[in-house]
Nanobody, 124 residues
Framework: QVQLVESGGGLVQAGGSLRLSCAAS????????MGWFRQAPGKEREFVAAISRAGAVTYYADSVKGRFTISRDNAKNTVYLQMDSLKPEDTAVYYC?????????????????WGQGTQVTVSS
């Protein structure tokens, strides 16, 4: 089992940047595909970005492509989400998730473990 703890959220002005971190417990972090999702009030949880086990393959939602960067450090059991050029519509609770598989997936139902989330608020 994997426990995930997100950090790095906060309040930022439009155009600003934030870096989210997700620390994972356990010694098998490198065997998990990792993803970031977000959920705004009144909306369903949506895919943001995902990264393969070794970090060679990444996927992004069209809405964040070119602005967000996902990365991981398997030695530190941590996955990151660098968010630049933030917009008010990026405001949401951001969750990291782990999936014990080989293929990078983008749907919520395919992820096995979830963190508690961290709030990101972008003011206009």
């Amino acid at each position: 089992q994997v426990q995930l703890v997100e950090s790095g959220g906060g309040l930022v002005q439009a155009g600003g940047s934030l870096r989210l971190s997700c620390a994972a417990s356990g010694r098998t972090f490198s065997s998990y595909v990792m993803g970031w999702f977000r959920q705004a009030p009144g909306k369903e949880r949506e895919f943001v970005a995902a990264i393969s086990r070794a970090g060679a393959v990444t996927y992004y939602a069209d809405s964040v492509k070119g602005r967000f960067t996902i990365s991981r450090d398997n030695a530190k059991n941590t996955v990151y989400l660098q968010m630049d050029s933030l917009k008010p519509e990026d405001t949401a609770v951001y969750y990291c998730a782990a999936e014990k598989g080989v293929v990078v997936v983008t749907t919520t139902t395919e992820y096995d473990y979830w963190g508690q989330g961290t709030q990101v608020t972008v003011s206009s």
